[in-house]
């Protein structure tokens, strides 16, 4: 049984302070759930704050990108052992935001919004690899934009966002790692991916890992679904197969519309 994980990705959103009146209002409504993982990525600067305010509970803390290297010459950069020192558990990985493709960054293109920092699929794969030897548990995040989604490449191109993600990656690493399948056309935009969409989608990245790493490999894997997850969608999303949680953006930033999330996981 694959342990459903809900994660918040407040993005650029909340100060210390909004971090930790959301930390006294969350925690009592999901401190009896022992059945959902439960993680929130705040910005870099509310992580030692939120982690303290959430102690002690069910909460894990994480953070939204880093660099691979452990320190050094590497101005405005946060690592892996940093994150670890400020209390985070989690990180995420490659998530649409911080890509772009070919490594440009590509805010103003039509139907590419939403790729910013021109990460790379080279770039996902290192910090992969950097986490896997840390104690964090890494989300790395794949999904087409709405072009190759009309394009009709979006197989592809998650099947190749996943292959080039696990590049070095050993089969008995796979358990502690979670993908997160976000089209990128429906994060942020109300436009949600149709639940049998989505939980294909998922078989997809499913079916490359074991073809990479083995059947069992496949089956151990978590897959999160992302973009536009909401308390009145997320229950028919999380029952599908493939699906094993969500990766929730702005449904998250209120403690009550991300607790009915975190309830709809329970089975
Ligand atoms: P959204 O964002 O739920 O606001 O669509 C999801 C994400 O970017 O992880």
Redesign the pocket.
């Known amino acids: 049984m694959r342990t459903p994980f809900i994660a918040g990705?407040w993005?650029l959103n909340k100060t210390i302070s909004e971090a930790r009146a959301f930390a006294a209002e969350f925690g009592p409504l999901v401190q009896d759930v022992t059945d959902v993982q439960i993680g929130l990525f705040p910005v870099f600067t509310s992580i030692p704050a939120l982690s303290e305010a959430l102690g002690g509970s069910n909460v894990e803390v994480g953070g939204q990108d880093f660099y691979w290297k452990a320190s050094g010459a590497y101005t405005g950069e946060v690592s892996l052992p940093l994150l670890e020192d400020a209390g985070a558990k989690l990180v995420l990985i490659g998530?649409?935001?911080r890509r772009g493709r070919f490594g440009v960054p590509e805010p103003d293109l039509e139907g590419e919004a939403g790729r910013v920092f021109g990460e790379t699929d080279h770039s996902v794969n290192k910090k992969l690899l950097a986490a896997l030897g840390s104690s964090l548990t890494p989300i790395v995040?794949v999904g087409e934009t709405l072009t190759e989604r009309q394009n009709g490449h979006t197989d592809a191109v998650v099947e190749n966002q996943t292959v080039m993600a696990l590049d070095g990656v050993e089969a008995s690493q796979v358990a502690s790692i979670v993908f997160?399948y976000?089209p990128v056309w429906?994060?942020?935009?109300?436009e949600v991916c149709a639940a049998d969409e989505a939980n294909r989608v998922c078989g997809v990245i499913r079916a490359t890992v074991a073809s990479k790493l083995g059947a069992q490999a496949g089956e151990a894997v978590r897959i999160q679904y992302?973009?536009?997850?909401?308390p009145d969608n997320a229950r028919e999303l999380l029952a599908l197969e493939h699906i094993d949680g969500a990766?929730?953006?702005?449904?998250?930033l209120k403690a009550d519309s991300f607790a009915q999330i975190v309830q709809a996981a329970r089975g």
């Not at 429906?186 to 109300?190: D, E, M, N, R």
């Not at 992302?226 to 909401?230: D, L, M």
């Not at 990766?247 to 998250?252: E, F, I, M, Q, R």
């Open positions: 990705n993005k998530h649409s935001e995040c997160a976000e429906a994060i942020g935009t109300g992302g973009g536009s997850v909401k990766l929730v953006g702005g449904a998250s």
